[in-house]
């Protein structure tokens, strides 16, 4: 009988998620109202929650990965 390890991290996926979607709003608030350093702001935060995102997906893999091999 296998036994089934792989678990995926859904919470840094989802705060990943989170942080894209708030920083896309964020950037658009900004633009509308000229708001130059909230536009920054909501670029960063939409890149960072891209990159959260990223890690989070590979992080997976990797444990996918390791248990494949147990």
């Known amino acids: 009988?296998?036994?089934?390890?792989?678990?995926?991290?859904?919470g840094t996926q989802t705060e990943g998620t989170k942080h894209?979607?708030?920083?896309?709003a964020k950037e658009a608030f900004g633009k509308v109202t000229g708001d130059k350093g909230?536009?920054?702001a909501g670029k960063?935060?939409?890149?960072?929650?891209?990159?959260?995102?990223?890690?989070g997906k590979a992080a997976d893999k990797a444990r996918h990965e390791v248990d494949k091999h147990r």
């Open 1 to 10: 009988m296998t036994q089934i390890l792989w678990r995926p991290v859904m």
């Open 20 to 24: 894209e979607v708030k920083g896309v």
């Open 38 to 40: 909230r536009e920054a």
């Open 44 to 55: 960063v935060e939409k890149h960072a929650g891209k990159m959260e995102k990223a890690a």
